[in-house]
Every structure is written in C-alpha cells, then in structure tokens.
C-alpha cells in the first residue's frame, strides 16, 4: 500500500460532463503532483503543488483544473474534455526538502491511478 | 534530443539471465536520478533511488555515470516476477520539482 489513493479508479465521460479526480496522500508529505500517462507515451507532468501552492502548470489546457485545498488532498477537475484526453491520470507526493543538492529530491509515491474515458 | 531516453524494448531473456538497461539524460545540471518499476496497467513504483557511487540492493545494482550522462539497472539471476516496465526518472534541475520520466524499457522474463 503505497499511501496515496485515488478516486475513482475508472471514469467514462462525454465531452459535455463536469467531473473531479481526488487524491488523498496518508504520508505527511509537502508537494504533490498530477501526471497523465498516455498510451505508450512517458509519463507527463501536469501539475505541482508544495505546501499547497501551485508551483508548476505544465502547459495544461484550460479544461483541467487543480485544487489543493490542503497538504494532504489534490483535485483535478475536469470539464468539456476531448476523447485525446482519454487516459490513466496518476497523483504523486513526495517530501520536498528544498535546499540544494540530491540529498533535497526524495522519491515519488504514487496513487493507483483513475483510468479516464472520453467519449 | 529527448530529456531522458530509453531502449523501449522489450528486453526477452530466460529466468537467470543478467540484463542491464541504459537511460541517457540531456541536461547536465541534473540532480537526482530513480528507477521505478511498472506493472501493466498499475502505477509506477519505486525500484531504488541512483547514487552517485553506485548502489546494489539484492539482485539490482544502479550506477550514475555524469561524464557521460546515463544511468544503468542491472538485474541478476532474473525471475519471472521481474516481468514489468522500468521507467527512469530523472529530478532535472535544484529548486524545481521537475520529474522527468522517461518511455520505459519492458522486460520479458521467459521460463
């Protein structure tokens, strides 16, 4: 069990629907993150959160939308998606130390995933 | 030429078989280096961080070569449960939380 959960594991959705992904960490950790994982492509960062600040947005179109109302739950809400939005969206934590050097990078632990369908 | 690259594979050997996997790195700067493990539809996990002297943990065995900018797995005595997708992660630059993933390398453990 890695700490982190996710939910809902599956969503199947038209294009018009309002959606939330909702992640919740268990393990204290400060930042954490939404990646989308297509089909034979890496992983790609989405959004960063640490201490509940947004820190990175990688670019995301308009339609996906963050929450971090507190350290230790993250939201993504979704609306008007397209079908090439159709993937498994995974959230992350991790325990940032903030200074300089590897020793500051901690490892990401990762959520199950929500496998998500636009039709 | 990508931030992190892989050999996609797949990687077929039989069980006991060594295999090593390679990924290269573009930016020079970068801090931190993990593998992480992947079953087919699970999320990633972590296999071991990459330290700058080399770390072994049981059968797997990292090392970090900056002049040259890749980092290696070396998986001994191979077992069918080791049947998965290794994914290298590479921290890009200090004071940002820019995890870099690479596409995976699959690995087939045949009996």
């Known amino acids: 069990e890695t700490g982190v959960t996710q939910t809902p594991r599956h969503l199947v959705m038209g294009m018009t629907n309002k959606k939330s992904l909702k992640c919740e960490q268990h393990?204290?950790?400060?930042?954490m993150y939404w990646y989308k994982q297509s089909a034979k492509k890496p992983l790609e960062l989405m959004f960063v959160?640490?201490?509940?600040?947004?820190?990175e947005n990688n670019s995301v179109p308009s339609r996906f939308s963050p929450e971090c109302p507190n350290s230790s739950h993250l939201f993504l809400h979704l609306h008007t998606l397209q079908p090439e939005d159709s993937a498994l969206y995974l959230c992350?934590?991790?325990?940032?130390?903030?200074?300089?050097?590897?020793?500051?990078?901690?490892?990401?632990?990762f959520g199950p995933g929500t496998r998500l369908t636009v039709l | 030429r990508k931030e992190v690259e892989q050999d996609p594979g797949p990687f077929n050997v039989p069980e006991g078989a060594t295999v090593a996997f390679n990924c290269t790195y573009s930016?020079?700067?970068?801090?931190?280096f993990f593998w992480y493990r992947q079953d087919c539809r699970k999320e990633p996990k972590l296999l071991m961080s990459v330290y700058s002297s080399g770390n072994e943990d049981g059968r797997f065995t990292a090392q970090l070569n900056r002049a040259s900018q890749y980092i290696s797995l070396l998986i001994r005595d191979s077992k069918l449960s080791d049947s998965a997708t290794y994914l290298c992660v590479v921290n890009m630059a200090s004071g940002t939380y820019k995890y870099i993933f690479g596409t995976g390398t699959r690995l087939k453990v045949l009996a």
């Open positions: 959160y640490s201490l509940e600040e947004r820190v």
């Open positions: 930016n020079s700067a970068s801090q931190s």
């Open positions: 393990l204290g950790h400060n930042a």
């Open positions: 992350a934590s991790s325990q940032e130390g903030g200074g300089v050097g590897p020793s500051s990078y901690n490892e990401q632990f």
